[in-house]
């Protein structure tokens, strides 16, 4: 089980961003997937989450109607597209996917949000 996520960057306050997360040795159209994000000095949390078929999300309190989550199967791509980012949005961003009990990880792509 593989993920890796890119797009992340220095962005000026207010600006958009959209991150990608490209998943790979697992049945990824089968399997539910979620944004986390971690801020220096502050626990991991949920962003968003998206159900195997796309048809159901959900999203932290803080993200909801600036944040969208979205998946393309057929190319093993799950996507977080960030509008109006804020300074608080700053953090590394992480892609995961649970298998049974086991959670994957991506290795992160940082988010730098200047006021």
């Known amino acids: 089980v593989q993920l890796v996520e890119s797009g992340g960057g220095l962005v000026q306050h207010g600006d958009s961003l959209r991150l990608s997360c490209t998943g790979s040795?697992?049945?990824?159209?089968?399997?539910?997937m979620s944004w986390y994000r971690q801020a220096p000095g502050k626990e991991r949390e949920l962003v968003a989450t998206?159900?195997?078929?796309?048809?159901?999300?959900n999203y932290a309190d803080s993200v909801k109607g600036r944040f969208t989550i979205s998946r393309d199967n057929s190319r093993n791509m799950v996507y977080l597209q960030m509008d109006r980012l804020e300074p608080e949005d700053s953090a590394v961003y992480y892609c995961?996917?649970?298998?049974?009990?086991?959670?994957?990880w991506g290795p992160g792509t940082q988010v730098t949000v200047s006021s």
């Open positions: 995961r996917t649970k298998i049974f009990d086991n959670a994957y």
């Open positions: 998206i159900f195997s078929n796309g048809a159901h999300t």
């Open positions: 040795g697992f049945s990824f159209g089968s399997l539910g």
